[in-house]
């Protein structure tokens, strides 16, 4: 049984992943707010990640970092704290993570790191330059990272599109948003939670033993951008 933290598994995603892993697996989240899930293999530290001390754990075999942001505005309507909020949220949250549990990973069996980027990152996208910033940001770390900490841990990155989580409701608040949000991607769909859980399942299995550094885009057949 391989003991797997997640960071921000309380919702969306991260509750996603943490549902799909946990029947099988040791799980540790760590989260403002518990999840809403009672579970023999789960423990759940409750901690802001940017301003608590986080827990000391001995060993763990994969560290997922999930927490993000979703703040589109103009350009004109950003403030210079919009991106500095983003960036600690996406980035240094995540640096502090692993800063802290490098030890415990590096104890781990076929160790692994995987963060999230957003689909924003590589496409051009409208209102989106503080997030696609921030996560670009993420994209450059799960590299350098890849090639730093190899052959010991594994480091890699999913970017998906649009995710019907409570971080996204936003954008799809009513019958036309989700109309216009399908219309935007080939395969006419946006994702679900799980489907984002089930690549995130496999890419820290020893299935991906091979792959790191890599930024996997979960995004439903989008190859351009039109405003």
Avoid at 40 to 67: G, K, Q, R, S, V
Avoid at 76 to 104: C, M, W
Avoid at 112 to 132: D, E
Avoid at 171 to 186: A, D, F, S, W
């Amino acid at each position: 049984m391989n003991k797997i933290l997640v960071i921000g598994g309380s919702k969306g995603i991260g509750k996603a992943i943490i549902d799909s892993l946990i029947d099988e697996n040791s799980i540790i989240n760590i989260s403002r707010t518990a999840p809403l899930l009672s579970h023999t293999n789960l423990n759940h530290f409750t901690c802001d990640i940017l301003t608590d001390d986080l827990p000391e754990i001995d060993a763990i075999d994969t560290l997922i970092y999930c927490p993000g942001s979703i703040n589109l505005k103009p350009i004109s309507r950003l403030k210079l704290t919009d991106f500095r909020e983003d960036f600690e949220i996406n980035v240094i949250g995540a640096v502090k993570a692993i800063q802290h549990y490098l030890p415990a990973l590096k104890k781990g069996n076929n160790p692994s790191i995987l963060l999230f980027s957003t689909v924003a990152a590589k496409l051009g996208m409208p209102f989106h330059a503080s997030v696609a910033t921030a996560k670009s940001a993420v994209e450059g770390l799960t590299k350098s990272l890849g090639a730093e900490l190899a052959p010991l841990i594994r480091v890699n990155a999913i970017a998906p599109t649009v995710t019907d989580t409570e971080l996204a409701s936003k954008l799809l608040r009513n019958e036309r948003m989700i109309e216009n949000i399908k219309e935007r991607h080939p395969l006419k769909k946006y994702l679900a939670p799980k489907e984002v859980a089930d690549l995130a399942s496999y890419l820290i299995s020893e299935k991906a033993g091979a792959i790191s550094g890599q930024i996997f885009e979960l995004d439903c057949g989008i190859v351009s951008f039109k405003i």
